[in-house]
């Protein structure tokens, strides 16, 4: 069956340090793949997208490295500060009509 | 600023009940979403709509039906509201012409049925 898996266990991390949190997914060719943050309460906000031909991609403190062959996705949050701390989704398009499925989410606490 | 707007932030409804729960974008979308968001299990796609009375099932549509009217507006109705629909409801919408694109997520429904 197709599956996209996250750390279902919250990362702690220390303010200054890197976070990287992981995405795997089986049974997909996905073209490209999204990260999304969401804080409690709130709807997700999109963050980046990575091309299946992309390997890596930056913006800002973010970096996102994407192994089609591991069929894993890598998301770097380098200089972490507490306001950092939230939940961490990664979604990728199934099927036609682009329909969204996202992984569980990594919740990511940075402590000062 | 674009916008995705969910009618209410929280409902408690009875077991039993008609529920509607409300979608509007205001950024001519063709996609639209409807997700439910529990502990543990992320959002799990409900029903997906890629035009004006077009829909298709997501991965948990039982219980629930969706309407599809107006290009702007995707409601999410549950024929019969039972304790195990109590969830945080997410509704997105998206372009379909870019297969590069990016979902816009509205603020939430918290929905508690009693």
């Known amino acids: 069956s197709q599956k996209i898996e996250q750390n279902s266990e919250a990362l702690n991390i220390q303010e200054g340090k890197t976070a990287t949190l992981t995405c795997n997914y089986t049974?997909?060719?996905?073209?490209?793949l999204q990260w999304y943050r969401q804080d409690p309460g709130r709807g997700p906000v999109f963050l980046l997208l990575?091309?299946?031909?992309?390997k890596e991609k930056r913006k800002e403190r973010l970096k996102v490295t994407f192994d089609t062959t591991l069929k894993q996705s890598l998301f770097h949050i380098t200089a972490s500060q507490p306001a950092d701390s939230a939940t961490y989704l990664c979604?990728?398009?199934?099927?036609?009509?682009?329909?969204?499925?996202f992984g569980a989410g990594t919740r990511l606490a940075v402590h000062p | 600023d674009v916008k995705v707007t969910q009618s209410s932030r929280y409902l408690v409804k009875r077991t039993g009940e008609k529920v509607f729960l409300e979608c509007v974008q205001d950024?001519?979308?063709?996609?639209m979403f409807w997700y439910r968001q529990d502990p543990g299990l992320g959002l799990r796609l409900i029903y997906f709509?890629?035009?004006?009375?077009?829909?298709e099932k997501g991965d948990i549509p039982e219980g629930y039906s969706v309407s599809r009217e107006k290009k702007e507006r995707f409601s999410l109705i549950l024929e019969s509201a039972s304790t195990n629909q109590t969830s945080m409801y997410l509704c997105?919408?998206?372009?379909?012409?870019?297969?590069?694109?990016?979902?816009?997520f509205g603020q939430g429904t918290r929905l508690t049925v009693v």
């Open positions: 990575i091309r299946e031909n992309e």
């Open positions: 049974n997909y060719s996905p073209a490209y």
């Open positions: 709509s890629y035009d004006v009375k077009m829909k």
């Open positions: 979604a990728l398009i199934s099927g036609g009509y682009n329909k969204l499925i």
């Open positions: 997105a919408s998206s372009l379909l012409a870019r297969t590069e694109t990016e979902a816009f």
């Open positions: 950024m001519d979308h063709e996609n």
